[in-house]
């Protein structure tokens, strides 16, 4: 009887660590920064980004506090966090359009990700 529950035990304690790390590793945000006023120049395709865990969208004209916690200078910003720290940031040029491409801003989640292993 004893090497049943020595094989559950191992059973269940694998089921815990395999849990414990999708949920505390590698868990990617993306909130995109822009403001009322420059919606001609708005990244939908941000939202489309793939393994990510959440999106956000911020109007800096409306809420001014992320604004200054994220140190907005210019939108549309699009930042990336993995684990609930910056490891991303991507903004628009002096004409307020994005810079970046889908595929750019894909390929840093990717290599995000791929560092964890």
Request: glycine share 2%; charged share 25%.
């Amino acid at each position: 009887m004893k090497p049943v529950w020595k094989i559950f035990s191992i059973y269940v304690l694998t089921i815990l660590l395999t849990l414990i790390c999708q949920t505390s590793f590698g868990q990617i945000q993306v909130i995109v920064f822009n403001a009322s006023w420059n919606e001609a120049n708005k990244v939908d395709w941000a939202y489309k980004l793939e393994d990510v865990e959440t999106y956000a969208y911020v109007d800096i004209g409306k809420d001014v506090e992320l604004q200054k916690k994220h140190k907005i200078a210019v939108v549309p910003t699009i930042i990336i966090f993995k684990d609930n720290e910056e490891v991303a940031r991507f903004q628009a040029d002096l004409s307020f359009k994005m810079v970046a491409t889908r595929e750019e801003v894909q390929e840093e989640i990717d290599e995000q990700l791929m560092s964890d292993f």
